[in-house]
């Protein structure tokens, strides 16, 4: 085996302690304070595991802990890192949304630009047509990234490892039933890799999505139009439309990140 191989396996292994502090981290993305019954509840893990991770949390200031009630909290530290992060994430948004704009206008159809935080992907740009129906898609909106057209595509995109035989439950629950088994479920990623989009219909409507680069991160390109209008004509069409404004987002956005003011 060769120094790659070593270094390959060695980046695919996981350290048991620090994916216990990412799931109670993660708990805290529905919102609030959380006692010690709210996070084992949510994770599973064990109290007295808990409240060790949760202390070595509390010492680096990833968690807070209020005196009175014991609640835990999102410590100081977050709010350090997303003043790194805001004004790129501000720069994405500016640069994108004049794109999503025009290629709703040109299509008729809501689009939307998304990217995967944890297991839930989230909104960060939209648009909606002036006229014709609208998906009620806002800013911000979270869905499980197992569900989806989008969800496939921030998946396959980012080359996440997904062991979906050990995650099936949490898939099959998240996807709503959208998979018959995990090898279904393994067959849709491969798909969207190899097709480069993901197709998905639920109810009276569609949505097709695109990957697309952005400042070195996968996100999602996504349009949403009615079941009815969609046909083979039609996702060749909007495959191309995607892949076009992909390009210029992904330009768009490394000349903001570059302070080139497009």
């Known amino acids: 085996m060769d120094s790659t191989e070593r270094n390959i396996s060695e980046s695919e292994r996981t350290v048991g302690a620090v994916e216990c502090a990412m799931d109670i981290l993660l708990c805290f993305q529905r919102g609030g304070p959380m006692k010690l019954h709210d996070i084992h509840a949510a994770t599973g893990l064990n109290k007295s595991r808990i409240l060790r991770t949760a202390g070595t949390l509390m010492k ?20 350090s890192l997303a003043g790194t992060l805001a004004p ?50 806002s800013v911000g909106q979270r869905r499980s990234l197992f569900h989806g057209a989008t969800g496939t595509v921030l998946i396959a995109g980012s080359g996440m490892a997904i062991d979906s035989a050990r995650n099936w439950n949490t898939i099959r629950e998240r996807a709503e039933n959208t998979y018959a088994d995990p090898a279904d479920f393994d067959a849709a990623i491969e798909r969207a890799r190899r097709d480069g989009y993901a197709l998905s219909r639920r109810g009276n409507a569609f949505a097709l999505a695109v990957p697309v680069v952005l400042a070195g991160e996968t996100a999602a390109l996504t349009v949403v139009g009615p079941q009815s209008e969609m046909n083979d004509d039609m996702r060749d069409t909007l495959r191309k439309r995607l892949a076009d404004a992909s390009e210029r987002l992904r330009d768009a956005v490394d000349l903001w990140s570059e302070g080139i003011n497009t």
Do not use: C
């Not at 005196?67 to 709010?79: Q, T």
């Not at 998304?114 to 047509?129: L, Q, T, W």
């Open 60 to 79: 680096y200031g990833f968690l807070k802990q209020d005196p009175a009630s014991k609640a835990y909290a999102l410590g100081p530290v977050f709010f």
């Open 88 to 137: 790129a994430l501000d720069r994405a948004k500016r640069a994108a949304q004049p794109i999503l704009d025009a290629l709703t206008a040109e299509l008729g159809q809501t689009t939307m630009l998304s990217n995967a935080i944890g297991d839930e992907r989230v909104v960060i740009v939209r648009a909606e047509p002036e006229h014709g129906l609208r998906y009620g898609v």
